[in-house]
T-cell receptor, first 113, second 111 residues
């Protein structure tokens, strides 16, 4: 196991609601990245946090936002949920350099009805 | 050309056979490359990094061809447990560009 944990494991929401997903990084890792993986697709990069600051963002609208805390755990918030937001949300932690290996948590499976 | 492209498969291969996948990338300045393995309904797990000189880990060999902008993964003596989706990952290596995953290649090893 990677030591990266995510909660909750599964979640069902309705359109228009808001959701917060949580991630605890592997010990010693101060960089956390979030990904969205739709069925049959590869993970899509949402954003990355390094030492509590956003450090890169993919092509996701502003209703996707995040936080990183002093203990390097992180949250992903999604407002005004849409049906297409249904996906597996993966958190990955890594060492400071962006070229380093990503260690993934088990993911949160979100279903938007 | 897509940023990272893989043949989605599925590759149906008999146990014991050798199978190879390629992955092409569009950004010639990309710095680091990885192969991840993802089992059904599980998170991706690092299989191996890909080095310029090529590298081997047991039955798995990864190669990088910068001139043609592709990486490859070779699996020898395939096992039933190798059945999974194999994701190619390209890291551009600068803070303004995002890490890119391919859509994955599905591999089924047949008994």
């Amino acid at each position: 196991e990677t030591g990266v944990t995510q909660s909750p494991t599964h979640l069902i929401k309705t359109r228009g609601q808001q959701v917060t997903l949580r991630c605890s990084s592997q010990s010693g890792h101060n960089t956390v990245s979030w990904y969205q993986q739709a069925l049959g697709q590869g993970p899509q990069f949402i954003f990355q946090y390094y030492r509590e600051e956003e450090n890169g963002r993919g092509n996701f609208p502003p209703r996707f936002s995040g936080l990183q805390f002093p203990n390097y755990s992180s949250e992903l918030n999604v407002n005004a949920l849409e049906l297409d937001d249904s996906a597996l949300y993966l958190c990955a932690s890594s060492l400071p350099s962006k070229g380093e290996t990503q260690y993934f948590g088990p993911g949160t499976r979100l279903l938007v009805l | 050309r897509k940023e990272v492209e893989q043949d989605p498969g599925p590759f149906n291969v008999p146990e014991g056979a050798t199978v190879a996948f390629n992955c092409t990338y569009s950004n010639s300045a990309s710095q680091s490359f990885f192969w991840y393995r993802q089992d059904c309904r599980k998170e991706p797990k690092l299989l191996m990094s890909v080095y310029s000189s090529g590298n081997e880990d047991g039955r798995f060999t990864a190669q990088l061809n910068r001139a043609s902008q592709y990486i490859s993964l070779l699996i020898r003596d395939s096992k039933l447990s190798d059945s999974a989706t194999y994701l190619c990952v390209v890291n551009p290596g600068n803070r303004d560009d995002k890490i890119i995953f391919g859509k994955g290649t599905r591999l089924h090893i047949l008994p």
